[in-house]
């Protein structure tokens, strides 16, 4: 995904990918795809714990239902909100449809939907600030928080003294924070 500047609201570059969508544009199509897959995949895996395949399902269908009903999106700019609900609807058929038995106890999630979901947002929040950071201050983000690599095989891969990782993570922390107030 393209990092998207700092001065540009996310729900306006939505709004811009809504309306090239609804005009055709195939890459335009791919591209939503491709900004909410994790999004919708979250909400499935995490929010109904759904299995892979049942999450994949509801995927297929959240996206076949989002490319016919496009139109009827009222505000382009909402599409996030749009593709939860529809992604949440999908996933309460599919648990009702009976592909899924669930124990009684565990029908009454007590808010843990909603505190999932709120996890969801803010992962994707925190994914579109790292998007705005430059290259060097992902990468070593990346490596550190995602992939878990040590400052030793950070040093050695990007081959910088071990000793400036600290440094290096610390500033981009700092920008990353910046950038996820703002």
């Not at 090239?20 to 995490?46: K, M, N, T």
């Not at 124990?103 to 969801?120: I, K, S, Y």
Request: glycine share 6%; net charge negative; charged share 30%.
């Amino acid at each position: 995904m393209p990092p998207t500047p700092a001065n540009v609201r996310p729900e306006a570059a939505d709004a811009d990918l809504v309306r090239r969508c609804r005009a055709g544009e195939d890459a335009a199509w791919a591209a939503l795809v491709e900004r909410y897959s994790r999004y919708v995949l979250a909400i499935a895996v995490q929010g109904y714990r759904l299995d892979r395949s049942d999450a994949e399902d509801v995927f297929q269908e959240v996206f076949a239902r989002a490319f016919q009903r496009l139109a009827s999106l009222r505000d382009d700019g909402a599409v996030r909100p749009w593709l939860a609900q529809m992604t949440r609807n999908a996933c309460v058929d599919r648990l009702r449809s009976g592909t899924r038995e669930q124990p009684a106890d565990h029908l009454d999630d007590g808010g843990a939907e909603d505190a999932a979901l709120a996890r969801v947002e803010e992962a994707m929040a925190v994914r579109g600030a790292l998007a705005t950071l430059p290259e060097t201050c992902r990468e070593i983000l990346d490596r550190f928080f995602a992939r878990d690599e040590s400052y030793h095989a950070i040093a050695a891969e990007l081959g910088i003294p071990q000793g400036t990782i600290a440094s290096r993570i610390s500033r981009c922390l700092t920008r990353l924070k910046a950038a996820y107030a703002g």
